[in-house]
């Protein structure tokens, strides 16, 4: 039976989204072959919204900006987007109208518009996204439409739930525009710009015309029989906790959703005690994801014993999509003989000076995990110094990895060794049930288990940097409506005060991308500047965000730059207290911007570790974050190459490592001046202190 999402005719948009490195991008991409198969009179478009776009890779094909149509489907065209250059188009287009309301709304003392329309606004973007798809749905008599079905592959949960929002926020901004305009429409004489104002000319109808399309951007994510949204996760715990959330967050949006695929689901395989254990492993979080989604239709797709990139092999996952088949054959040729086996791996090399570490890489490739572990390794070899391991990531998976509650507070990495606890008020080890600090012997034996290495000296920090740019904003708008209100008694500032009280609050709303994370970071750099800590683990959101992190500084100084010239203006009228305090937080900020942008260049302070896995499309990111870093300047000297399938005699096995070897040697050949180590995939999930300890062995030894 066909799932929804490939068997409802009015369906116009398919969003797949979840937790990265879960096969968001494989599942688009067969989605979209099964609907042009399907449907051979409409016409399909595959686009994808991640910033580290993956769509090519799957295909097989040099995808880019503008659409492709895939070769041998001729109703399946495919587009990667760049948003950026949609916005120049935007501002082109409408420079005449952009220059009009420049005018019509730069005067006296109210905040220039001309910062928000010269400026890169949140979210603009990526509204830019929305609206190129609304477009493709369009037609007229000149130009005829060019998708009837729109499949999307969005970037990992957290920064596609910021998308989704979209569409209400640029709403809001265009309130901030109407506000900048009313004082000409009430006061056209007093504020005269050169041009008379007629109700409902160009300018009021661009800003119309756009407010409508936010509208209808909105209204399509919401419309059930149109839109749909395929969850797409493995059976793993981080994965199953990331859904939950995001399927709650969904409901709250109103966004549909009837089918959830869980992929990359393990056979037994016979006799091979590998591919058996991981089956087992796998199957406590089957039962939680039926249990738990059961109101959903729930689609397993098996794991293929080849990486699924080319039309030829997506053709074989869309049959599994289609129900047209329920599992993958796999070839008779296992033969150690002729595999390499895996080859003594080196040890991440880290200068013993640097103190700050970024874990970096494509969604889903263990960059958690290996952040963990190495905050395990610091830990246990240095136990005279304190480690902090600090995620910016939004969808946060360090309690998963630590098997802990983590939160926005400092929190003391615990162990629950057999007979021992740690007591965080006396900051030492205690026999369970029993009194005071264990005994020289119970320490020995303690450091015999590898989980109570850890001398209390570990700690881990779950930002939620989109709650701090919540309570910065909501601060902001408070000092500005508690200063009019002061202002409000003064004759001279009666025209102004009505109009300009709303843009002020509103600038706040226009935060650029990476505020959050500077935000996020300020916690991190006061205990930088306290000699907190001694050693500091930074795990990152996938590849593309990771970018934005790193490239944020000139973005942010030029919107706090604005923000700090719009308050001038008021305080040369009349000097408030509150006014001048917030230019006091806005200065030190941008301050705190240079500091971060400088500690994250300076290769004596740190270093970026590269994560990834042997498969096409992680190994051709991996090349585009090496190749970013190194044009921002951020030092970088090893990469991990993960989940590497051990050595078998299994068909599957040796199936999956014959094509890794091809990745692996490409890695190691393109990238001969960084430290490249290998990392075998393990049986089971690595999750707790044992584990992270026993993984930190192998590759910090």
């Not at 066909?2 to 009015?10: A, V």
């Not at 923000?563 to 900020?589: C, D, F, H, P």
Request: hydrophobic residues 40%; negative net charge; glycine residues 6%.
């Amino acid at each position: 039976m066909l799932p929804s999402f490939l068997n409802n005719r009015n369906l116009k948009l398919t969003i797949f989204g979840g937790k990265g490195g879960t096969g968001k991008t494989t599942s688009a991409s067969a989605a979209a072959l099964s609907l042009a198969w399907l449907y051979p009179s409409k016409k399909v478009l595959l686009i994808s919204s991640d910033p580290a776009h993956s769509v090519g890779d799957s295909l097989g094909l040099a995808i880019g900006a503008n659409k492709m149509r895939v070769d041998g489907v001729p109703n399946l065209e495919a587009q990667e987007i760049d948003p950026a250059p949609l916005l120049e188009v935007f501002k082109k287009n409408h420079e005449k109208e952009i220059k009009e309301i420049i005018q019509r709304a730069g005067f006296y003392g109210q905040i220039n518009i001309k910062e928000f329309l010269s400026f890169s606004l949140p979210g603009m973007e990526e509204m830019m996204i929305f609206l190129h798809i609304a477009d493709k749905y369009k037609h007229t008599w000149y130009q005829p439409q060019e998708a009837d079905i729109v499949v999307l592959d969005t970037a990992p949960t957290g920064h596609t739930l910021r998308l989704l929002d979209m569409p209400g926020m640029m709403d809001e901004w265009m309130d901030v525009v109407d506000q900048a305009l009313l004082k000409y429409k009430v006061h056209p004489r007093l504020y005269a710009s050169g041009s008379e104002y007629h109700e409902g000319d160009r300018v009021d109808q661009m800003v119309e015309k756009m407010r409508q399309d936010f509208k209808a951007a909105k209204e399509l994510l919401t419309n059930r029989e149109q839109t749909e949204f395929v969850p797409v996760l493995i059976p793993e715990a981080m994965a199953i906790e990331e859904t939950e959330d995001l399927l709650k967050a969904l409901k709250e949006r109103q966004i549909q959703v009837n089918s959830i695929l869980i992929n990359r689901v393990r056979g037994s395989n016979g006799t091979c005690p590998f591919c058996a254990s991981k089956a087992e492993d796998q199957s406590d979080s089957i039962k939680k994801i039926e249990n738990t989604f059961g109101e959903f239709n729930l689609i397993k797709v098996p794991l293929f014993p080849y990486e699924v990139q080319g039309i030829r092999s997506l053709e074989k996952y869309a049959d599994i999509l289609m129900d047209e088949v329920q599992s993958v054959e796999v070839e008779a040729n296992a033969n150690e003989a002729g595999a390499s086996q895996v080859q003594p791996s080196n040890h991440l090399r880290v200068d013993p000076e640097v103190r700050f570490v970024m874990f970096g890489g494509k969604g889903g490739v263990g960059k958690t995990s290996m952040a963990a572990a190495m905050a395990v390794h610091l830990a246990r070899k240095y136990s005279d110094q304190k480690v902090l391991i600090y995620s910016v990531d939004p969808a946060h998976s360090l309690a998963d990895s630590f098997g802990v509650e983590i939160g926005d507070k400092l929190t003391p990495i615990q162990w629950s060794a057999s007979g021992s606890v740690y007591d965080s008020e006396r900051g030492a080890y205690a026999p369970e049930g029993g009194q005071g600090s264990v005994t020289s012997d119970e320490k020995n034996s303690a450091f015999r288990n590898p989980q109570s290495a850890i001398e209390g000296n570990l700690f881990a920090m779950e930002i939620d940097s989109e709650h701090l740019l919540h309570d910065f904003i909501e601060d902001y708008r408070s000092i500005i409506r508690d200063a009019f209100d002061t202002w409000e008694g003064m004759r001279e500032a009666i025209t102004e005060l009505r109009y300009d009280r709303n843009v002020m609050a509103m600038f706040a709303r226009t935060a650029p991308p990476g505020m959050n994370e500077v935000l996020g970071l300020e916690n991190l750099t006061g205990f930088i500047t306290e000699k907190k800590f001694d050693w500091y683990i930074l795990d990152t959101a996938p590849t593309g965000h990771l970018l934005v992190l790193l490239e944020f500084p000139n973005l942010v100084r030029d919107w706090l730059s604005r923000a700090y010239r719009s308050l001038v203006k008021y305080q040369v009228q009349i000097a408030l207290t509150n006014l001048k305090e917030l230019g006091t937080r806005i200065l030190k900020s941008t301050q705190l911007v240079n500091k971060i942008h400088e500690m994250l260049t300076n290769p004596q302070v740190s270093q970026l570790v590269t994560v990834t896995i042997p498969e096409a499309m992680a190994v051709e990111e991996t090349g585009r974050l090496l190749a970013s870093v190194k044009r921002l300047g951020v030092p970088c000297g090893n990469i991990f190459i993960n989940m590497i399938t051990p050595p078998s005699h299994c068909n599957f096995c040796s199936s999956k490592r014959e094509s890794e070897q091809t990745y692996i040697q490409k890695l190691s050949r393109m990238n001969s001046e960084y430290n490249v180590v290998q990392v075998p995939l393990f049986p089971h999930q690595i999750t707790g202190l044992e584990e992270l300890t026993k993984l930190s062995e192998m590759v910090y030894g």
